[in-house]
């Protein structure tokens, strides 16, 4: 049931027919060999990745194969958070990691399975800006509140603000003296935690 071939190209098991035709003085003569050419092994080495910010371009692996596989098997990356599950999806929350890269017996029909070992690589949490005021206000005192502009988060979260005049803590800035106003944004799983420091004096009025 097999197909006839001119000659012996890629894994598989073959069955050469070698025949003599009859001669004056020989009978006919024939012979059957069987060739098995098995599947090659590729080696896979020297895989690295640089991690990255959340928010940034996904770095992509790199990895060293003997040069006569290289345009010849299909390889996938995949990735893991545990060493155990693995999945071809690139991950994008902050985080610890691991990557392999892993060639296919179903996709080859010519090479065995193989697999690299596993590199570690972290997606680290992105740091968070506090926009909207300046580093130092002066005012004079004219017994209204000094009102601060509003400030925002680069990632969009929350910003809480303390007021203090010296060691304690105030509601508002109204009398003469000075203020330091701490802005801070919570970590979260993808982001740091953020702090910014304005400084306000209230000069006594005349």
Excluded: C, H
């Amino acid at each position: 049931d097999g197909q006839i071939v001119n000659q012996i190209v890629g894994a598989g098991t073959y069955t050469v027919t070698v025949k003599l035709p009859e001669s004056t003085n020989y009978n006919a003569a024939e012979v059957e060999v069987t060739v098995t050419i098995q599947k090659a092994t590729v080696t896979i080495s020297d895989l690295k990745i640089e991690g990255w910010i959340y928010g940034a371009n996904a770095n992509k692996p790199t990895f060293e194969i003997e040069e006569s596989f290289a345009n010849e098997v299909t390889y996938v990356f995949e990735y893991s958070t545990d060493g155990e599950a693995w999945s071809a999806t690139v991950p994008q929350n902050a985080g610890n990691y691991w990557v392999k890269v892993r060639v296919t017996a179903e996709e080859t029909s010519n090479y065995n399975a193989a697999e690299s070992a596993s590199v570690a690589f972290t997606i680290a949490q992105a740091p968070v800006t506090i926009d909207g005021v300046a580093d130092r206000y002066t005012s004079t005192y004219n017994g209204e509140d000094f009102t601060l502009p509003s400030v925002s988060a680069s990632n969009g979260e929350t910003v809480n603000m303390v007021i203090k005049k010296g060691d304690a803590i105030v509601s508002s800035i109204q009398n003469a003296g000075d203020y330091t106003v701490t802005y801070t944004v919570a970590e979260s799983a993808n982001y740091l935690e953020a702090t910014r420091t304005v400084t306000v004096t209230v000069q006594k009025a005349n």
